[in-house]
């Protein structure tokens, strides 16, 4: 299976103007995917954020909200539900992913002490029902330019995440950075990935599978729509 986020589908809950909506399609064989459905259990009109999936659930991000739902061939059932405290957004661009261990979330968005429009922000878990207030991972990785879809390697010491702040091939580029210490505020120099991924298009949404050994993202070169969602093995 695969689950994704699709923003201004007239099927979206709150139609075309909806910003995301969590949808999956299942894998029939290699390349050949079923016909994607909304998972409507999950989504509203707001923008319902897919963090992360493991082998029995689904977490959901919404207006601060975290959802954790169990999904099986029957019912679509919430589970845990959880805060970010303080929350507060002034981005209509929001984007993010919870960590392999569950214990951390990256979002990107406008919030308080942007070093301009969207920046990288960490939240920790406190409980099971609190979240830590956002935490800016400061400005040796963070531009007055965007930053967007932090995502964070397994063993937490890696982040990788979109924008147009720094050279690149096009409009928005994947790069990668080297968390130095446990204030989270400290980061190594941005690795561009390369042109392999990378093109004068714009990508983002970069995931890395370690069972499947398979990366993914979203590029809008050569895409069929506005950005769509490509596979390399590594």
């Known amino acids: 299976f695969i ?22 399609s299942k894998k029939v064989f290699d390349n050949l995917w079923t016909s ?3 998972i409507l259990e999950v989504n509203n009109e707001e923008n ?21 739902y169990n999904i099986n061939d029957s019912i679509t059932k919430l589970i845990n539900k959880s805060f970010i405290k303080y929350y507060k ?32 922000y960490l939240s920790k878990k406190i409980n099971d029902s609190t979240w830590s207030s956002l935490i ?5 990785i963070n531009t007055s330019y965007q930053e967007t879809y932090p995502y964070l390697s397994p063993d937490n010491s890696k982040i990788f995440f979109s924008s147009n702040g720094y050279d690149g091939y096009g409009s928005f580029d994947i790069f990668y950075s080297d968390r130095k210490d446990d ?18 298009g714009s990508e983002n949404s970069f995931i890395y599978d370690s069972y499947s050994n398979i990366i993914s993202f979203s590029s809008s070169k050569n895409s069929i729509g506005n950005s769509d969602l490509k596979f390399y093995y590594l």
């Open 3 to 24: 689950f994704f986020n699709r923003s201004n589908h007239p099927n979206n809950v709150g139609g075309i103007k909806d910003q995301g909506d969590v949808w999956y």
């Open 89 to 120: 957004s002034n981005s209509n661009l929001i984007s993010g992913s919870i960590s392999v261990d569950k214990k951390l979330i990256v979002l990107s968005t406008d919030s308080y002490g942007s070093y301009g429009v969207e920046d990288l």
């Open 48 to 68: 319902n954020l897919l963090l992360g999936v493991d082998n029995k659930n689904i977490y959901v991000f919404t207006n601060g909200e975290v959802n954790i």
């Open 136 to 140: 800016n991972l400061g400005s040796s």
């Open 36 to 38: 994607p459905e909304n």
């Open 183 to 200: 204030s989270w505020k400290s980061w190594g120099q941005a690795v561009n990935l390369g042109n392999k991924i990378n093109s004068e």
